[in-house]
């Protein structure tokens, strides 16, 4: 095989779409179920294309490297292997103490370490390195996320045709919150690098412009600019999930059973789910307060109702999601205590990863789901809960700040700052009539059902096709 096939597609991500574990017989390695895997799948998997990303193991000897970059090499995977010094400055450091906390509005969590962001530069150059050993100038290059924003620029100073898009799954802050980072000129030059920048939202969209205007002090027609003599455009692509996926899980008879089983757990009460990964971004403490407020106002509920609340581990070496895992602890514990019998445990907390088979039995046994982001990209978990509910009622309560509340307006939106509008909300969800849980339902079931994870990456993809076409008329100009 020649990698440097004319035409292939390349996707760049931080992580690999696989798990790689240690047992006791050595590595195993499967591809992840994850949504973005799965709508690149018909991508990555076809003729020469490939992934490249961290497959997230540090590798023990070169013996051990080789295995894993051969076993990649067979799924069309190329690795990144990162140094534990790596790891520390790149993706703990800079990526989620800086640019995590920048764009999900969180500023005074952010933590500027100049070596954190020298680290962060050498990476998205080691990102290139090996990008480069497989490119051609007419290939495609879809990069993915916030870790990888230098990047785009990396590759266009060498392939000045190169077909790049950036997608940024997090949102993008107001520019004058961008602005408190030291090296955001860097960073927006780098995104610029690509040919088709995207975004979740429309607000999104606009905060990118408006920082490349007011900090790089770059014109913009609409949607887009020229930068070094080439166009840039700057677009808006809501991510979809996998939806047959999820439907027909909740459909299947194993996990139909395991719904049930969960319900009769808890003796038919109510059950209000939450699922996210450990992040101060996702609410989750605004969630418990609410929940408390909910009982404490509507002492009728009591007995009555169970927060299932699942957090999933996630970035523990970062200093403030320690914190954020023991305050949710003690929460937790002091509700448990104050509220509950020995028959009623108020909060059913677990902080753990479960398959894919039992969350779709959590989303077909919830009554309600309950989504408290105070910031989020978009948020899957809601549009995965809608896609298990064709056949059993349910209601979403979704943050009115994550961007999936920008497509799903027939859930109860919540400002998740407000404790008492979360509580009501909740309240109104637990009491909605039958007819109206299956109006709301049905109207975002069939916006998750059209605008699924696949119908995302064909437009994505069209739209660079379009931009090629047009930049090759610039270029003969
Ligand atoms: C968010 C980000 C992704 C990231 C994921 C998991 O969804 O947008 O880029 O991969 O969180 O976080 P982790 O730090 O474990 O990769």
């Not at 490297?65 to 190329?78: D, H, M, P, Q, Y």
């Not at 590759?155 to 090296?183: A, C, M, N, T």
Request: proline share 4%.
């Amino acid at each position: 095989m020649n990698p440097k096939n004319n035409n292939k597609v390349i996707i760049v991500s931080n992580r690999l779409p696989v798990k790689i574990e240690r047992k006791e017989d050595g590595l195993v390695i499967s591809p992840s179920e994850g949504g973005l895997a799965t709508g690149l799948g018909s991508i990555y998997n076809a003729g020469n294309n490939i992934w490249v990303g961290w497959p997230g193991i540090i590798p023990q000897d070169e013996a051990e490297k080789a295995f894993i970059t051969e076993e990649l090499r067979a799924l069309n995977l190329v690795p990144v292997f990162l140094t534990e010094e790596e790891i520390l400055g790149y993706y703990e450091g800079f990526s989620n103490e800086v640019l995590w906390p920048i764009c999900h509005y969180s500023p005074s969590y952010a933590v500027y370490d100049t070596d954190n962001w020298n680290t962060y530069v050498q990476v998205n150059e080691k990102f290139g390195q090996i990008v480069r050993e497989y490119i051609d100038s007419e290939d495609t290059v879809w990069i993915h996320d916030y870790q990888l924003m230098l990047l785009p620029n990396v590759l266009r100073k060498q392939y000045e045709k190169l077909s790049i898009g950036y997608f940024q799954h997090i949102p993008f802050p107001p520019d004058e919150v961008f602005r408190s980072i030291p090296w955001r000129n860097e960073l927006l030059l780098g995104i610029l690098g690509a040919d088709l920048t995207a975004f979740h939202t429309f607000n999104d969209a606009q905060h990118f412009l408006d920082a490349c205007t007011h900090i790089l002090n770059i014109p913009i027609r609409n949607n887009y600019l020229q930068i070094r003599g080439r166009s840039a455009y700057v677009e808006v692509y809501p991510m979809g999930i996998d939806f047959d996926k999820f439907n027909n899980l909740s459909k299947d008879a194993g996990v139909k059973e395991r719904a049930l089983e969960i319900k009769s757990y808890f003796k038919q009460r109510k059950i209000i789910l939450s699922i996210d990964r450990l992040d101060y971004s996702k609410g989750i403490i605004q969630r418990i307060v609410a929940f408390e407020e909910l009982l404490k106002n509507y002492p009728e509920l009591r007995d009555q109702v169970v927060l299932y609340m699942l957090v999933v581990p996630s970035r523990d070496k970062v200093k403030q999601y320690k914190r954020l895992r023991d305050e949710i602890d003690r929460r937790v514990g002091n509700i448990n205590s104050v509220y509950g019998s020995t028959d009623w445990t108020p909060i059913a907390y677990f902080y753990n990863s479960y398959p894919v088979e039992e969350l779709s039995a959590l989303y077909v046994a919830a009554d309600v789901c309950l989504i408290t982001s105070i910031r989020d990209g978009m948020n899957l978990v809601s549009k995965e809960y809608i896609a298990s509910k064709e056949e059993t009622s349910g209601v979403l309560v979704l943050s009115e700040l994550a961007g999936a509340s920008k497509e799903l307006i027939d859930a109860v939106h919540v400002n998740p700052n407000s404790v008492d509008q979360i509580s009501h909300a909740l309240h109104f969800a637990l009491h909605m009539s039958e007819e109206e849980k299956l109006n709301r339902m049905k109207a975002n079931f069939d916006l998750v059902k059209k605008f699924n994870i696949h119908h995302w990456v064909e437009i994505f993809f069209a739209r660079m096709k379009e931009i090629k076409i047009q930049q090759r008329k610039e270029f003969a100009r």
